[in-house]
């Protein structure tokens, strides 16, 4: 059976952003939608497994480790699992990429 999912909630009323975890839907992937204006971004954080960043529009910093990385529309950016990595918008218009979770859940803890 086929499902179309459409008017997703938003993180919170102040954010553009919308979380979609897999396993409520019948799915073994879950990911973020990310629309965030500039100046904001993640907090450092984990996951036990690689996150996969597809950036649609704008610039963002990546740190992952100890390493700092600029991505832009039409990057691709793979962090490995358990490293300690965020993101922030540094650009001067809206970042929107999608964060890929290779699991049903997204399982994330602060660093």
Same mark, same amino acid.
């Given at each position: 059976? #086929?499902?179309? %999912?459409?008017?997703?909630?938003?993180?919170?009323?102040?954010?553009?952003?919308?979380?979609?975890?897999?396993?409520?839907?019948?799915? @073994?992937?879950?990911?973020?939608?990310?629309? /965030?204006?500039?100046?904001?971004?993640?907090?450092?954080? /984990?996951?036990?497994?690689?996150? #996969?960043?597809?950036?649609?529009?704008?610039? =963002?910093?990546?740190?992952?480790?100890?390493?700092?990385?600029?991505?832009? =529309?039409?990057?691709?950016?793979?962090? @490995?699992?358990?490293? @300690?990595?965020?993101?922030?918008?540094?650009?001067?218009? @809206?970042?929107?990429?999608?964060?890929?979770?290779?699991?049903?859940?997204?399982?994330?803890? %602060?660093?």
């Amino acid at each position: 059976m #086929t499902t179309i %999912l459409r008017s997703f909630p938003t993180l919170s009323p102040e954010s553009r952003s919308i979380r979609f975890e897999g396993r409520d839907h019948g799915s @073994p992937v879950s990911f973020f939608l990310i629309d /965030t204006d500039p100046g904001k971004g993640s907090d450092l954080h /984990t996951h036990p497994y690689a996150e #996969t960043w597809v950036l649609r529009s704008g610039t =963002a910093e990546f740190t992952v480790g100890a390493e700092r990385i600029v991505g832009s =529309a039409g990057d691709i950016i793979i962090a @490995p699992s358990n490293v @300690p990595h965020r993101y922030i918008n540094i650009g001067t218009e @809206p970042l929107q990429m999608v964060c890929i979770h290779p699991g049903d859940r997204i399982v994330q803890e %602060l660093a």
